[in-house]
């Protein structure tokens, strides 16, 4: 989820700067041992898109910021633009995972406390089962990475995954 340049790259215009770099190398190392097909959603924006009009100098369709992180992009099976924080919104996710005979998901990435959170969140309501890897999961915000884990655990029935078990 989200394994950007606006986030992975000092560049990034919402960077995690060490932070992000940590969560980088934690999902190479992790993404280059995984064997089962990797899905890598992007977030997209319009530069005047008005549903994230208070956050809106990331992830611009147009620029660098929008392109997967070049450490990761060679572990991706599968690439899906999403334009809101549930990657099913206006999306062909749900067929894509019909297709796959998908039935358990893991999710990894940025940012947990909305990306990861209600595309969890939508995963279940569709009968998905969900593992979040919450050492490779991370916010720009760590109070909101852990209410986000704590809801997925407790109110939404995702399972939570130290990344060895």
């Known amino acids: 989820m989200n394994p950007q340049n606006s986030f992975l790259s ?18 190479r190392d992790y993404l280059s041992k995984f064997p089962r097909k990797k899905l890598f959603l992007q977030e997209k924006h319009a530069p005047d898109d008005a549903f994230f009009s208070s956050d809106r100098t990331h992830s611009i369709a147009t620029t660098d910021d929008y392109s997967v992180h070049p450490d990761l992009k060679k572990y991706a099976d599968f690439f899906y633009d999403k334009t809101r924080y549930n990657a099913f919104y206006e999306s062909p996710l749900e067929g894509f995972l019909r297709q796959q005979k998908v039935k358990d998901i893991g999710l990894v990435g940025l940012e947990t406390h909305t990306s990861i959170l209600f595309t969890a969140e939508e995963l279940r309501n569709r009968g998905y089962q969900v593992t979040v890897v919450e ?24 399972r939570i995954s130290n990344g060895q078990n």
Not at 10 to 27: N, T
Not at 137 to 158: P, Q
């Open 10 to 27: 000092p560049q990034g215009s919402v960077s995690l700067k060490e932070q992000g770099d940590v969560l980088r190398i934690r999902l």
């Open 135 to 158: 050492p490779l999961c991370m916010s720009r915000d760590e109070s909101l990475h852990g209410f986000a884990i704590t809801v997925m655990c407790h109110s939404l029935g995702v």
